[in-house]
């Protein structure tokens, strides 16, 4: 079996998934049909406004290309859609488990409440699961740009849909505008009732940033780019198990790396760091997990036991429960159980 043919047929783990960030052309389409929103009659006319170019510049660029997409979730019925559509898309790519997270606040400009808002991203996520065999976890984004108010209001419903499916909470945005230890409030809240967090860190900033996530009990690290110049804090995420949730594609994007050659992907294999290997946004940035493992695969020549590191880091750094990590673990045996015989 070639590469190329492994990586098609692994199972897949995905832990950094914007959902506003991943819907695709055709899921737009029918979302914007509900909504009234006029598009461009042409794909590629479409594609300019939900995706970057390979030639993006910046975070902020890359960001501007969520205006669409978040037009189009303001009503119940499109947010259910669009969250039974990503499991749909997922499964081609066999992805057995997935953690979508998303801002519900922003999902509010018609007067949703906040629990209809969540309550049809986990109707149409749960719909999306028993239909198409992909598991999930929701992670409710708290962001950068939004009063202490707001993202208390995204910690409360973390806290009351903990039974239902939401996993974690998140602090997303832009990360040099906003820096991370204003959050702090927050995040000791969120620790204090007992909520697990990540936090994008370490992708436009520095080490401090990721430092501040860390000193407020952040289990995971959204992207953690900036953490290969600090061996400190390699050593602390090492004792601590914290997990980096790296997103190739989108790194290069948004230049929180400025090659292949400065990702940190090995130093942090060979250091023994919990690592993972995620989309991000799989529209903005037009990825898939197979094009990622695709792309490390080109420049690191990854091997199958590389690969299966990162499937176990991902079980078990993901927010899911114990009984549930040991079934993706046994989703891995039975497929090297099955590719065993053949030639890598
Ligand atoms: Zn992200």
Redesign the pocket.
Known sequence: MTNQEYIRQMPKIDL???LD?SLSAHTIRELAKNADIALPEDLPGLMSQITVPQSCTSLSEYLSRFKLPIACLQSAENLFTASHNLLADASKENVVYMEV?FAPTLSMREKLSLDVVIDSVLQGLEAGRRQFGVAYGVILCALRNHAYEDNAQVLSAAVRYGDQGVVAL?L?GDENRFPTHKYRALFKEAASKGIPFTI?AG?ADGPTSVRAALSFGAKRI??GISIKNDTDLMEFCFENNIGI?L?PV?NLQTKAAASWEDYPLLTFLNRGLPVTVNT??RTVSNTTLTREFGELDAYYDLDTKDLETLFRNAVNVSFSDYRHKQRLHETFDDFKAKTQTTNW
């Open positions: 950094h998934c914007h960030g997270r998140d997303a994008h992708e959204g992207h949730e997103c989108s991000d946004n």
